[in-house]
T-cell receptor
Framework: GNSVTQMEGPVTLSEEAFLTINCTYTATGYPSLFWYVQYPGEGLQLLLK?????DKGSNKGFEATYRKETTSFHLEKGSVQVSDSAVYFCALILSASKIIFGSGTRLSIRP | DVKVTQSSRYLVKRTGEKVFLECVQDMDHENMFWYRQDPGLGLRLIYFSYDVKMKEKGDIPEGYSVSREKKERFSLILESASTNQTSMYLCAARDTVIYEAFFGQGTRLTVV
């Protein structure tokens, strides 16, 4: 079946540290891949996306590359800020199908 | 950007009440979804709708029903609210070409 596995949190980093949140997927066909972010008390917002292999999505200093050979879509940021504290969800979408989310990773950034 | 609006941010209801959660989108997206989010369990799909009057059960439909009479509106109904339905409820709309999903701000429901 189709599934998304992302690293468990919580992840706690100091400001300006390098961030990686791992995400791997299992899917039949060719999914589009997404990272969503949820700030405290809010709904989910799209952070970035990639629709085919080797595409790189980027936004607000975050990046993720769609790696078909390793079935991965790891989220990275070179220098995190306190304002990046949130829950991050990796997701895949196949055509004519529902959205499949990972379990979410809570990120806390210390000043 | 697509805007998805949920009718309430916070709701408190009594056990046994019939509860309606409303969701409206301002674009012409075919797909709409209802999820619930609980600590440690992530997002779980309750129902989704792929067009007006069309619906399909998700992973946890028990105790819920939905209504989609118009394309822009997707309602989640708790037939008889129970305390184990206390949760954050998230609505989403998605275009079937772009695939990107847009979420509402969430409704935090407490059943007492």
């Amino acid at each position: 079946g189709n599934s998304v596995t992302q690293m468990e949190g919580p992840v706690t980093l100091s400001e300006e540290a390098f961030l990686t949140i791992n995400c791997t997927y299992t899917a039949t066909g060719y999914p589009s891949l997404f990272w969503y972010v949820q700030y405290p008390g809010e709904g989910l917002q799209l952070l970035l996306k990639a629709t085919k292999a080797d595409d790189k999505g980027s936004n607000k200093g975050f990046e993720a590359t769609y790696r078909k050979e390793t079935t991965s879509f790891h989220l990275e940021k070179g220098s995190v800020q306190v304002s990046d504290s949130a829950v991050y969800f990796c997701a895949l979408i196949l055509s004519a199908s529902k959205i499949i989310f990972g379990s979410g990773t809570r990120l806390s950034i210390r000043p | 950007d697509v805007k998805v609006t949920q009718s309430s941010r916070y709701l408190v209801k009594r056990t046994g009440e019939k509860v309606f959660l409303e969701c409206v989108q301002d674009m012409d997206h075919e797909n709409m979804f209802w999820y619930r989010q609980d600590p440690g369990l992530g997002l779980r799909l309750i129902y989704f709708s792929y067009d007006v009057k069309m619906k399909e059960k998700g992973d946890i439909p028990e105790g819920y029903s939905v209504s989609r009479e118009k394309k822009e509106r997707f309602s989640l109904i708790l037939e008889s609210a129970s305390t184990n339905q206390t949760s954050m409820y998230l609505c989403a709309a998605r275009d079937t070409v772009i695939y990107e999903a847009f979420f509402g701000q969430g409704t935090r429901l407490t059943v007492v």
